[in-house]
């Protein structure tokens, strides 16, 4: 993930998308939707109820780099590695 370089982490995945803890514990989520490209949102390591996710725009697959996305709207990129 852009700015935390190589992290290990539990990556939880289901039929929308993907989602995991970030070194500084907020939540990275990205919501699947279709041809590979869906949106990031930061969900904040200490939640407060009624505060919304920071949303990261539009992430599209890598070219030549599978399990990675990129979203232009803040010049982000990030891998994610499954074990079956």
Do not use: S
Request: charged content about 20%; aromatic content about 14%; hydrophobic content about 40%.
């Amino acid at each position: 993930m852009t700015g935390f370089g190589d992290f290990a982490c539990d990556v939880d995945v289901d039929g929308g998308g993907i989602t995991f803890v970030l070194p500084d514990g907020a939540t990275f989520v990205f919501a699947h939707e279709a041809n590979g490209e869906g949106f990031g949102y930061l969900i904040a390591a200490e939640t407060q109820p009624g505060r919304k996710p920071v949303e990261l725009g539009r992430f599209a697959p890598v070219a030549g780099e599978e399990g990675c996305w990129f979203g232009a709207e803040d010049d982000i990129t990030f891998c994610a590695a499954l074990e079956q």
